[in-house]
C-alpha cells in the first residue's frame, strides 16, 4: 500500500509560480512510476509530469502543454515529490493529483492516468488572468 498526500495548490495570477508537493509513504517498490496529473472541470483527468526508475536512472515525461515550464522532481531523503510550475496560465487551472504505480509501461503511456494505481486526495489550482 502507497499513502499520497499533496499540498502547494493555491491561487495565483497568470505567469504566476507554485510548488506542488506530495509526500509519499507504504511500499516503496510500488512507486517505481511517480507523477502528477490534473483535472478541469468538465474534462477528463490528463498527465502532466511523471518520473519513473527504469533500473538506477530517472527518466521524466512531461505533458506538451506544460513542458518548459513546469519541472518534476523527487526528494528521496524526504519521499516527497515535487512539481515546481512556472509562467502559470489560465488553462493550468485544475484540481493536481499525485500518483503512484509499480507496473512497467510504455515511455508513450507513462502519462496515462488509468495505468496508476494509488492517489492522492488532490490540491486545488486557480490560475486568473
Known amino acids: 500500500q502507497v499513502q499520497l498526500v499533496e499540498s502547494g495548490g493555491g491561487s495565483v495570477q497568470a505567469g504566476g509560480s507554485l510548488r506542488l508537493s506530495c509526500a509519499a509513504s507504504?511500499?516503496?517498490?510500488?512507486?517505481?512510476?511517480m507523477g502528477w496529473f490534473r483535472q478541469a472541470p468538465g474534462k477528463e483527468r490528463e498527465g502532466v509530469a511523471v518520473?519513473?526508475?527504469?533500473?538506477?536512472?530517472?527518466?521524466?515525461v512531461y505533458a506538451d502543454s506544460v513542458e518548459g515550464r513546469f519541472t518534476i522532481s523527487q526528494d528521496n531523503s524526504k519521499n516527497t515529490l515535487y512539481l515546481e510550475m512556472n509562467t502559470l496560465k489560465p488553462e493550468d487551472t485544475a484540481m493536481y493529483y499525485c500518483?503512484?504505480?509499480?507496473?512497467?509501461?510504455?515511455?508513450?503511456?507513462?502519462?496515462?492516468?488509468?495505468?496508476?494505481?494509488?492517489w492522492g486526495q488532490g490540491t486545488q489550482v486557480t490560475v486568473s488572468s
Open positions: 518520473l519513473y526508475i527504469p533500473g538506477a536512472s530517472g527518466s521524466t
Open positions: 507504504g511500499d516503496i517498490n510500488s512507486r517505481r512510476y
Open positions: 500518483a503512484a504505480d509499480s507496473r512497467p509501461k510504455y515511455s508513450r503511456s507513462v502519462l496515462q492516468p488509468t495505468l496508476y494505481t494509488y
